[in-house]
């Protein structure tokens, strides 16, 4: 009796040719997520005021009069740090969103939170990353 044996020789690549479309679908399935994840979430997360300043384009040159009128007391006129840390560099350790929310937030006593319009916001960002 070997007749019963012969189905299960020819189902059983089928079988796992479906299992490995499975699993395909499976690692694709998470691919998308892990994507999904990374790209979306960030810029859903983030409010209102750090979209608007996002989008708008600063200007150094203001940045840097609010950064003497606003920041200079405790990062220095020339951002080189005093009671604050130099921030040169600084947008090598924080990005955008960090960085607004370094200034928004307050969180980081005895920094004080700061409520500036989204564009001097941005101007202050853009002098921020002209810091090297
Ligand atoms: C009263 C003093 C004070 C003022 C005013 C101030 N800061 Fe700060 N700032 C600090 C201190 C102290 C820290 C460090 C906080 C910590 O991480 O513990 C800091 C941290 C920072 C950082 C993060 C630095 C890093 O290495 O990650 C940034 C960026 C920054 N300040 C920007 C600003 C800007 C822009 C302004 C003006 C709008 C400002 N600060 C005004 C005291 C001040």
Request: net charge positive; glycine share 8%.
């Amino acid at each position: 009796m070997t007749s019963p044996a012969t189905p299960t020789t020819t189902a059983a690549p089928t079988a796992n040719r479906r299992g490995l479309i499975s699993a395909l679908l499976l690692v694709a399935a998470v691919c998308v997520a892990v994507v999904a994840l990374v790209v979306l979430l960030p810029a859903a997360r983030s409010d209102p005021y750090t979209r608007s300043t996002l989008q708008l384009s600063g200007s150094g040159e203001r940045g840097e009069q609010l950064f003497l009128i606003n920041c200079a007391g405790c990062h220095g006129i020339a951002a080189q740090g005093l009671v604050g840390p130099n921030l040169h560099g600084v947008h090598n350790r924080k990005n955008n969103r960090q960085l607004i929310q370094q200034v928004v937030s307050g969180r980081t006593p005895p920094m004080p939170r700061f409520q500036p319009e989204p564009q001097a916001m941005a101007d202050l960002l853009t002098y921020l990353n002209t810091l090297t």
